[in-house]
C-alpha cells in the first residue's frame, strides 16, 4: 500500500472557475493533502478563447499527471461528465467522487443525461441565458443566487457571481471518449436542496452507476455554502 499521502483533484463545473474551491482548498491542505484545482478552458469571456468537453479533460489529466499521489479525482456538476472521460484508463486516479454532477453514459452527452428526467430546474428561459451569436450559456442575470447560491453568505454569493463566465455551448452536445465509473469506485453526493440539477436526477444517475451514496441538505453549491462539510468528507476518503 502507498504511504504517499493522496492528491486531491477537485474540477469546477459549468461557468466557474478554480476559485470555486477557494474555501475548501486551506482545509483539505491542513490535513495534510495535496489539492490541486485544474481550469477548464471550455469556460471564458470570448468564444475565440473557449475549448470544449474534451480540451477541458486534457486539463484534468494534466492536473492528474502532476500529482505527488494516488488521486481522489472529484468533479462538481458539469465537471463530473469531465473527470469521468479524464479518469478512464488512467491509474493513478483510485476513487472518483462526483458533486452533484452530470455523469452521461456512453453515446450520451450532458444535454442528453439533462433530459433523462422531466423536471428541469434549469434551462433555456428558465434561469438559462443563450447567446446564439457566441454559441455559450451562462445563468440568467439576477437569477444566480436562486440557481446557484441560496444557502450562501451573501458576501460569498456576490464575490462568486462577479466571476462567472461564459462556457462554450458545445461541450453540452459532445459525447465522452471514456467512461470511468466503469472501473473505478465512485461516490456521488446527492445535494437535496439543489435548484439547478434536479436531486431527482441525482439519484437516478448515482443508481445506474452503483456508485455508493450521500445526501447532503444543501444546493448546488456546497464547496461555499458549507466548506467544511466538503472537505472533512472528502480528506476521510482520501485518508481511505
Not at 101 to 123: I, M, Q
Not at 165 to 181: F, K
Amino acid at each position: 500500500m502507498s504511504t504517499t499521502p493522496a492528491t486531491v483533484v477537485l474540477v469546477h463545473g459549468s461557468w466557474h472557475g478554480p476559485w470555486a474551491w477557494e474555501q475548501v482548498v486551506p482545509l483539505l491542505e491542513a490535513e495534510g493533502l495535496q489539492v490541486l484545482t485544474p481550469r477548464l478552458p471550455s469556460m471564458g469571456a470570448t468564444r475565440e478563447e473557449r475549448g470544449d468537453l474534451h480540451d477541458d479533460a486534457a486539463a484534468v489529466q494534466q492536473a492528474i499527471a502532476e500529482a505527488t499521489g494516488p488521486v481522489l479525482l472529484v468533479g462538481h456538476s458539469y465537471g463530473g461528465a469531465v473527470i469521468t472521460e479524464a479518469a478512464a484508463g488512467d491509474p493513478r486516479v483510485h476513487h472518483l467522487v462526483y458533486l452533484c454532477s452530470l455523469v452521461p453514459e456512453e453515446e450520451e452527452s450532458v444535454f442528453d443525461t439533462l433530459a433523462l428526467v422531466d423536471e428541469v430546474l434549469v434551462g433555456p428561459g428558465n434561469g438559462l441565458a443563450i447567446d446564439d451569436a457566441e454559441f455559450s450559456h451562462r445563468p440568467e442575470p439576477g437569477k444566480e443566487v436562486a440557481i446557484l447560491y441560496h444557502d450562501c453568505d451573501p458576501a460569498d454569493a456576490a464575490a462568486a457571481i462577479a466571476r462567472l463566465l461564459p462556457q462554450n455551448a458545445v461541450s453540452g452536445t459532445q459525447e465522452l471518449r471514456g467512461i470511468a465509473w466503469r472501473e473505478k469506485p465512485s461516490t456521488y453526493v446527492v445535494c437535496t436542496d439543489d435548484h439547478t440539477i434536479s436531486p431527482s436526477l441525482q439519484r437516478l444517475l448515482a443508481a445506474r452507476m452503483g456508485a455508493a451514496v450521500s445526501e447532503w441538505p444543501t444546493s448546488h453549491s456546497p464547496m461555499l455554502s458549507q466548506p467544511a462539510l466538503v472537505a472533512g468528507f472528502l480528506a476521510d476518503l482520501a485518508r481511505a
